[in-house]
């Protein structure tokens, strides 16, 4: 058993840290490599992605985020090495004293538990979770405020179409009114299939997905997902996805980060009425219903006095 390796953890406070720290770092020495600054350079370049800041402060808060997130996933990984290395050393250890049986089930356990560097790095997980949290609701309240100011206060209208029936109704409505055509014969005539979600040609009985010509087809993310992302990336586009997760409470920020993209890319193309669904007509409806500024936020008559005289 070599309990001399420089990367062992029970090693690690005689291993000498970088100059002017505490000395209670549980990775130093050799084990530096592994702090290499691209590593964190990674985290910064996503979440600059991901949170669009704008302005120092809010540059500061990202960076802060990635650090916290960089550090969290380190943490992490040294948890399971100390943990798999006590499991390693303490078998040999029970062997050499003449433990069997249950007890070196036992040890083994206590071992992988209660290792001062295991403890050491939990703690400061903790801690940098919570920095974490603390940074990221700091900055979305940052960008909360910028917006609200840039807009004007502005208040997105709901979505009318709030359920999955409402959405396959609207979806099947541009069939019906003759919007889409059969893609095998070009055909508008037909009749909607509801229990299967499709539309059937009359002329060659093709059946065509409700999704088709958009740019749901063939996703498996429900329509009133789809739906609120496009409602609401029409009414701000410069949403982050962090505030797209957040509204549609979808776990995996990669998805929402792809039916952004799409999103974005639908809004600009030529055909962009049909790839999304023409929900961009309601939003033009919606627009030109709204008030004038001015009648949004009627002045105060007192205040208009006074600067006319």
């Given at each position: ?141 940052l960008q909360a405020r910028r917006k ?162």
């Open positions: 058993m070599n309990t001399e390796h420089p990367f062992n953890p029970r090693n690690a406070e005689e291993i000498p840290g970088p100059e002017g720290t505490d000395g209670d770092a549980v990775v130093s020495g050799p084990a530096q490599e592994l702090l290499d600054p691209g590593r964190s350079d990674e985290y910064v370049y996503a979440y600059l992605e991901e949170h669009q800041p704008i302005g120092p402060t809010e540059h500061l808060i990202v960076r802060e985020l990635a650090q916290h997130a960089a550090s969290v996933d380190l943490l992490n990984e040294a948890i399971g090495a100390i943990q798999r290395q006590g499991a390693k050393e303490l078998p040999e250890f029970a062997r050499l004293v003449g433990e069997t049986g249950s007890a070196v089930h036992d040890a083994v356990l206590a071992g992988t538990m209660s290792q001062e560097p295991l403890d050491r790095c939990e703690k400061r997980l903790r801690l940098h979770s919570r920095g974490f949290h603390r940074a990221l609701s700091k900055l979305e309240e609200n100011v840039a807009t004007g206060d502005q208040v997105i209208p709901p979505n009318p179409y709030s359920t999955e029936a409402a959405c396959e109704a609207h979806m099947m409505e541009r069939f019906q009114t003759g919007k889409c055509c059969c893609p095998r014969c070009s055909a508008r005539e037909g009749h909607p299939i509801t229990s299967r979600r499709c539309w059937e040609c009359a002329v060659c009985g093709s059946q065509t997905g409700l999704r088709y010509g958009t740019i749901m087809a063939n996703s498996p993310m429900p329509l009133t997902k789809w739906f609120t992302a496009i409602w609401l990336m029409l009414w701000r586009p410069t949403i982050t996805t962090a505030e797209l997760v957040s509204t549609l409470g979808v776990t995996r920020i990669m998805t929402v980060r792809k039916m952004a993209n799409r999103i974005r890319v639908a809004m600009n193309a030529e055909d962009a009425s049909d790839l999304l669904a023409g929900l961009d007509n309601h939003y033009t409806k919606y627009q030109a219903a709204l008030p004038e500024p001015s009648a949004r936020h009627p002045k105060n008559p007192a205040v208009t006095e006074a600067c006319s005289r």
